[in-house]
């Protein structure tokens, strides 16, 4: 069973920076994908970035690129998404998921709401 704990969501002004983490429960994440999703209100939830465990390898959503930073921290277990230039329409629900195979598991979310 994995457990994913989200934090550093809030309020922030457009054009400043938050730093997400997601610590996750697991004596080791070989194999998996770590990743970040946010659902704004009436919309579905999509992908913002993602990191595999093991070599770090990264990928971004086109809207994010260049804005927004994945990294991980093996020793603690931990994600991070550090995001810049944030605009309000990237107020959302953020949610830390590990993925291995077909196999997804999701953190409840944290808020992150920027404002004009």
């Known amino acids: 069973q994995v457990q994913l704990v989200e934090s550093g969501g809030g309020l922030v002004q457009a054009g400043g920076s938050r730093r997400l983490s997601c610590a996750a429960s697991r004596r080791t994440f070989s194999g998996y994908t770590m990743g970040w999703f946010r659902q704004a209100p009436g919309k579905e939830r999509d992908f913002v970035a993602s990191?595999?465990?093991?070599?770090?390898?990264?990928s971004y959503a086109d809207s994010v690129k260049g804005r927004f930073t994945i990294s991980r921290d093996n020793a603690k277990n931990t994600v991070y998404l550090q995001m810049n230039s944030l605009k309000p329409e990237d107020t959302a629900i953020y949610y830390c998921a590990a993925t291995l195979g077909s196999q997804y598991y999701w953190g409840q979310g944290t808020q992150v709401t920027v404002s004009s």
């Open positions: 990191i595999t465990w093991s070599a770090g390898t990264t």
